[in-house]
């Protein structure tokens, strides 16, 4: 049975910082891409950024330069470092993998507010 659980999220200041984690069991981790998506109240849900097993990655014009994926294959881990974080940032961000299935994380909260 394949699980992402993701973690890391919460309440940060404009131009502050946050990292997102999501840990996936259930699969050969290293062989899979990963990816982040967030969806916002009212919009459809988005890629903010993917890394694939040979850990190129790719990147939503709105974070490029602020926002970095990286994979750790040992731990089963895909991070999100979010730097630089503006208010349109607030979303729902949710980890992404597919096999022979699409499967999600159950989301965690990111809200950019003064």
């Known amino acids: 049975q394949v699980q992402l659980v993701e973690s890391g999220g919460g309440l940060v200041q404009p131009g502050g910082s946050l990292r997102l984690s999501c840990t996936a069991s259930?699969?050969?981790?290293?062989?899979?891409?990963m990816g982040w998506y967030r969806q916002a109240p009212g919009k459809e849900r988005e890629l903010v950024a993917r890394?694939?097993?040979?850990?190129?990655?790719r990147y939503a014009d709105s974070v490029r330069g602020r926002f970095t994926i990286s994979r750790d294959n040992a731990k089963n881990t895909v991070y999100l470092q979010m730097n630089s974080l503006k208010v349109e940032d607030t979303a729902v961000y949710y980890c992404?993998?597919?096999?022979?299935?699409?499967?999600w994380g159950q989301g965690t909260q990111v809200t950019v507010s003064s």
């Open positions: 259930g699969i050969i981790f290293m062989t899979y891409a």
């Open positions: 890394i694939t097993s040979d850990f190129i990655t």
């Open positions: 992404n993998t597919n096999t022979v299935s699409t499967y």
